[in-house]
């Protein structure tokens, strides 16, 4: 979604116009920290950018999830990072769903922009694991991550491998 933001001419515009000029950072781009103070705090400005973004950002996953079932060694596993999957109801174009979640304390210390104003109109992680073909609570070291990580594509890789005779 960030690239679309950063490419997209006309995307950039129609943020302009209906966010206002205050969005732009000093080098004349978007500046995602300003547009997050500007939407968060206005649920129209938000489902606006939305419904601006979302159907660009499923398309372009579309091809994307096309283009690579094309290769000639296409990949045994694709993955796909969805923060609103649930919220958009985009899981049905998934075979499998992992959730990551951490306790949102721990969320706010690892994050690069404030979280105040965006939990409220998210599922709960309980929600969202307990739909989850695979959920992960992370709240380890990236080693501990990673190694998760790498039994659920091990399991993934397994569950696409043609049956033995």
Known sequence: M???IRSDPKV???MVERLGEEILGPDGEIDRSRVADRVFGDRKALAWLEGLLHPKVSAEYLRWREQRGRLESSPEVSVT???LLY???GEKRFDKVVV???PEKLREARSRVPLAGRSDRLLPD???VNRADFS???TGTLEDLDAWVGSVMEELRASRAPARQ
């Open 2 to 4: 960030h690239h679309l």
């Open 12 to 14: 950039k515009r129609a």
């Open 81 to 83: 990072e969805v923060p």
């Open 87 to 89: 919220e958009v109801k």
């Open 100 to 102: 990551i979640t951490a």
């Open 126 to 128: 309980r929600e969202k």
């Open 136 to 138: 992960y609570v992370n």
